[in-house]
């Protein structure tokens, strides 16, 4: 079946400007995750999203970060009034998190660059 | 707090050698350990991982180790290739539910 998707696959936008990123996940699963992954480095954890419970926003930088997700399906991340500082690969994932299963499903990623 | 610990920050193995890493966690309540395998330019994906009730699991020429009283585990690669180059993540899920990722380990398999 459909893996997790992301779009854009790419960004470029000008210091100051707001973005939307979006995750599709794998239908049916309960559970979405958002990760900034900088140059090189690890996966930093933003977002966590389970079923109708309220998101866990323990990660989120910044109060120019917010995430929804919506019916329990896609989400988007926004930044505003963004930063060359928030350059870097965001990834999202899903889990069903049902019959004990934990293995997260990565999407492929939106790279965004602020200029 | 949370903390996953992981060593080294890169590891250079010449072919066919075995590769380990190594995670320590903080928190006795974490009870799965996964380890994510993420190639340049793509995403991470999980290529094995334990739960708490079992020291040893193995697939292959890739194993996973865990010992829970000194609260480290372990990815043990045999018979290196060079399509096990690639950043390696172990993780571990607190008990908020959220996977904390160790800050990854970079594998360069020499030929």
């Known amino acids: 079946g459909a893996g997790v998707s992301q779009s854009p696959s790419n960004k470029v936008t000008e210091k100051g400007k707001d973005v939307e990123l979006r995750c599709d996940p794998i239908?049916?699963?309960?559970?979405l995750y958002w990760y900034r992954q900088s140059l090189g480095q690890g996966l930093e954890f933003l977002i966590y999203f389970q079923g109708n419970s309220a998101p866990d926003k323990s990660g989120l930088p910044s109060d120019r970060f917010s995430a929804e997700r919506t019916g329990g399906s896609v989400s988007t991340l926004t930044i505003q009034r963004t930063q060359q500082e928030d350059s870097a690969v965001y990834l999202c994932?899903?889990?069903?998190?049902?019959?004990?299963?934990?293995?997260?499903?990565f999407g492929p990623g939106t790279r965004l660059t602020v200029t | 707090g949370e903390n996953v610990e992981q060593h080294p920050s890169t590891l250079s193995v010449q072919e066919g050698d075995s590769a380990v890493i190594k995670c320590t966690y903080s928190?006795?309540?974490?009870?799965?350990f996964p380890w994510y395998k993420q190639e340049l330019g793509k995403r991470p994906q999980l290529i094995i991982d334990?739960?708490?009730?079992?020291g040893e699991k193995k697939d292959q020429r890739i194993a996973v180790t865990l010992n829970k009283t000194a609260k480290h585990f372990s990815l043990h690669i045999t018979e290196t290739q060079p399509e096990d180059s690639a950043v390696y993540f172990c993780a571990t899920y607190f008990g908020n539910e959220k996977l904390t990722f160790g800050t990854g380990t970079r594998l360069t398999i020499i030929p």
């Open positions: 334990i739960r708490s009730n079992v």
């Open positions: 994932a899903s889990s069903s998190r049902t019959g004990g299963s934990y293995e997260q499903y």
């Open positions: 239908s049916g699963h309960t559970a």
């Open positions: 928190d006795s309540a974490s009870n799965y």
